[in-house]
């Protein structure tokens, strides 16, 4: 069943992308994440993001990966390539996008920049508001 085809990811998505710059380690993504109170870091390179750090991605690397230590550099664990959604595509159409790649979170790009990331949260909230509206009418 399609979701509403009306509710486009920029609505749902979230303008604060907080990013650290690729070369840095992965305890100052920890400390980020923990500050900036979010599950994710975007890695950029020269201002242009070019992977992601999640949480996920840096329990596993630190529980089976014997190698790699807090002082390792984020680029080591990083997700790449990042996985992009248009700003104007549908809230259904990111979470296929998700589905299909095993992830929860997408960049959102509007006019070839990146504006924002969307989440699987962010998306469950624009479903909830959705059917919550449709309930009053």
Known sequence: ?????????????????????????IRSAIKTMVRRNVGSVVITADGKPVGIVTERDILKSL????????????????????????????IGDAAE??????????IVKENNKYVGIVTQRDLQKAMTDTFRSLLLL
């Open 1 to 25: 069943m399609a979701l509403n085809p009306t509710v486009r990811v920029k609505a749902a998505m979230s303008k604060n992308m907080v990013s650290i710059e690729k070369g840095l380690r």
């Open 97 to 106: 996008i998700m589905a299909k790649h095993k992830i929860r979170r997408l």
């Open 63 to 90: 529980a089976y990966r014997k190698a790699i230590r807090p002082d390792t550099s984020v680029e080591v664990i990083m997700s790449k390539p990042l996985i992009v959604v248009s700003s104007t595509a549908t």
